[in-house]
T-cell receptor, first 112, second 111 residues
Framework: SQQGEEDPQALSIQEGENATMNCSYKTSINNLQWYRQNSGRGLVHLILIRSNEREKHSGRLRVTLDTSKKSSSLLITASRAADTASYFCATDAGTGRRALTFGSGTRLQVQP | SQTIHQWPATLVQPVGSPLSLECTVEGTSNPNLYWYRQAAGRGLQLLFYSVGIGQISSEVPQNLSASRPQDRQFILSSKKLLLSDSGFYLC??????????FGAGSRLTVL
């Protein structure tokens, strides 16, 4: 089953604008991760935020986590055409199977 | 450094034919390995995971099976493919902090 659900499903913006994607999940987590997928390729890890963290930055990426609302957001600032991709959140519940549960993703289109 | 190889990249198979997708990891030992499937425009569904040689856990009852004959080799198989087996199959291994590293994927079309 899908643990994370991203919102919006699709987002189209102009280069230079900021892009915000949201993720909601259902169960308690150890950490939450964001991944990027270029069309037809494998996923690439972007950033991990632990359950005891509220905000994390990496370059032009900013991730927030609200465990009380079971939600996270990914902000990409000053977007570039090369940021065009699908973005997925994934939750790690810290259970024995040690597998991540992925959401359905947000397709981001950055217009040059 | 660790790398993950997955093949074939693309295949088209008739209904009822067998399937074998292979994944190998280099630069690490005793990795946790995973097979995910992604339907067109959708998220990833966990199919199998393995914490060691010969140890396979299945997440979803289906027409597929997995095997881990060697420490860094993970194979996804089917004896008879169904149309519903079409999709993008991704192998991944889990690093120390819990981050997954994915292969490039195998796109399967069953006709």
């Amino acid at each position: 089953s899908q643990q994370g659900e991203e919102d919006p499903q699709a987002l189209s913006i102009q280069e230079g604008e900021n892009a915000t994607m949201n993720c909601s999940y259902k169960t308690s987590i150890n950490n939450l991760q964001w991944y990027r997928q270029n069309s037809g390729r494998g996923l690439v890890h972007l950033i991990l935020i632990r359950s005891n963290e509220r905000e994390k930055h990496s370059g032009r990426l900013r991730v927030t986590l609200d465990t009380s609302k079971k939600s996270s957001s990914l902000l990409i600032t000053a977007s570039r055409a090369a940021d065009t991709a699908s973005y997925f959140c994934a939750t790690d519940a810290g259970t024995g199977r040690r597998a991540l549960t992925f959401g359905s993703g947000t397709r981001l289109q950055v217009q040059p | 450094s660790q790398t993950i190889h997955q093949w074939p990249a693309t295949l088209v198979q008739p209904v009822g034919s067998p399937l074998s997708l292979e994944c190998t990891v280099e630069g690490t030992s005793n990795p946790n390995l995973y097979w995910y499937r992604q339907a067109a425009g959708r998220g990833l569904q966990l199919l199998f995971y393995s914490v060691g040689i010969g140890q396979i856990s299945s997440e979803v009852p289906q027409n597929l099976s997995a095997s881990r004959p060697q420490d860094r080799q993970f194979i996804l198989s089917s004896k008879k493919l169904l149309l519903s087996d079409s999709g993008f199959y991704l192998c991944a291994w889990r690093g120390g902090p819990g981050v997954l590293t994915f292969g490039a994927g195998s796109r399967l079309t069953v006709l």
